[in-house]
């Protein structure tokens, strides 16, 4: 697996930090994020159920160009 790091949260103060990565082999987005709380599952759950082997989680919205960026890296990644 070739991971690459994108970016941490552009506000961040080295803990708790937010982050974006790609995934070239698996051809995945990794986030690390909040944990989404109890309202925010709630209102998830209404689009149907969340799987035990998913989550929510939540990302600042700060962090659009680092989503920016690893779309573009994935664009790039050749199509298996």
């Keep these: 697996m070739t991971l690459h790091f994108i970016a941490k949260d552009p506000e961040t103060n080295g803990d708790h930090c937010p982050s974006v990565w ?9 986030v690390q994020g909040w944990k989404a709380d109890a309202e925010l599952q709630a209102k998830c759950l209404e689009s149907g159920p969340i799987p035990e082997t998913e989550a929510v989680v939540r990302l600042p919205a700060r962090m659009s160009e680092a989503l920016k960026e690893a779309l573009g890296v994935a664009a790039a990644a050749p199509v298996r």
Excluded: C, S
């Excluded at 790609?22 to 990794?30: N, R």
């Design 22 to 30: 790609y995934d070239d082999e698996a051809q995945e987005f990794v």
